[in-house]
């Protein structure tokens, strides 16, 4: 059975940080791009971050830019999002997505397969 699983999210004050690990298991996605999105309550998923293949290349929804930042470990089939300067605005689920795609990235939600049950973010002002 193919699974992501999610974890490191929690309740951090406002400008602090938080590290998301996503491990993949059933299978490898070493080879396929991934991504993160964000769902806070009442409002649609949203894209996040995207990351390639090998890693070289990313993409960030400007509302993170400057301030997150996602990396992958092939060998250990983990994708990680650093989360820095936390506002209370990231507040949400975090999830991690994975595509069965191997060219590129995508801002698309529609362009992955296999999603992450979601772990929590709480950013308290």
């Known amino acids: 059975q193919v699974q992501l699983v999610e974890s490191g999210g929690g309740l951090v004050q406002a400008g602090g940080s938080l590290r998301l690990s996503c491990a993949a298991s059933?299978?490898?996605?070493?080879?396929?791009?991934m991504g993160w999105f964000r769902q806070a309550a009442g409002k649609e998923r949203e894209f996040v971050a995207t990351?390639?293949?090998?890693?070289?290349?990313?993409d960030y929804a400007s509302s993170v830019k400057g301030r997150f930042t996602i990396s992958r470990d092939r060998a250990k089939d983990t994708v990680y999002l650093q989360m820095n300067s936390l506002k209370p605005e990231d507040t949400a689920v975090y999830y991690c997505?994975?595509?069965?795609?191997?060219?590129?990235?995508?801002?698309?939600?529609?362009?992955?397969?296999?999603w992450g049950q979601g772990t929590q973010v709480t950013v308290a002002s």
């Open positions: 997505a994975a595509s069965e795609w191997t060219s590129g990235w995508s801002r698309n939600g529609r362009d992955y397969h296999h």
């Open positions: 059933g299978r490898s996605f070493s080879g396929n791009y």
């Open positions: 990351i390639n293949w090998s890693g070289t290349s990313t």
